[in-house]
């Protein structure tokens, strides 16, 4: 059995993006669930750029790790008043059980569609040269009608957010 450097780096970004997702679904304190998550993306962007895919895996830490996570950690800071007092209520054993059906449904979907894919051997595989500049010219020139859509629908969900949030602070003043 030959085990080279890349066989080792991806089972070791592997465990640092499964096992910290484990502990986001068993932590109970919101502060340490968005320090895992943390770990978590930074394993899964590891794996990225581990495979090849350097656009996607930068995306990744820009976007989820600089980003949404940043927004998350400073929502609990705002918001919370005390993040490690927040107990389940009476409805913990029911979403217990919507969570796990929703994970087996989710898990049996992705699993169809790995399983569907019908991967060829070395069909797909990446030279290791960069894939940012193809996908930005894919983008900009092939693609450029879905990219534009995309963005103008981005933009109505943030207006809409914004909406939302301002009518229920008057609501909440009223």
């Known amino acids: ?7 080792i780096m991806f089972f070791a970004l592997a465990l640092v993006a499964v096992v ?3 502990m986001v679904v068993l932590a109970r304190d919101i502060v340490r669930v ?6 978590s993306l930074c ?23 600089g980003g949404i996570l940043v927004l998350i950690l400073f929502g609990i800071m705002m918001t919370s008043k005390d993040p490690l007092r927040q107990k389940a209520g009476a409805s913990g054993q029911r979403s217990v059980v919507t969570g796990l059906v929703t994970a087996a449904i989710v898990f049996a979907v992705l699993a169809a569609v790995v399983l569907g894919v019908g991967f060829e051997e070395g ?3 990446s030279d290791g040269s960069p894939t940012t500049t193809a996908l930005g010219e894919a983008l900009l020139t092939d693609y450029v009608l879905p990219f534009e859509l995309v963005s103008v629908l981005l933009l109505f969900v943030l207006c809409g957010a914004a909406y ?10 009223a």
């Open 1 to 7: 059995m030959d085990i080279d450097f890349g066989t």
């Open 20 to 22: 910290p997702a484990f």
């Open 34 to 39: 968005a320090f895992w998550l943390l770990a």
């Open 43 to 65: 394993g899964v962007a590891g794996l990225y750029i581990l495979l090849g895919a350097d656009f996607i895996g930068l995306t990744q830490v820009l976007v989820y790790i």
């Open 123 to 125: 069909k797909g595989r």
């Open 164 to 173: 939302m949030a301002r009518r229920r602070r008057e609501d909440a003043h």
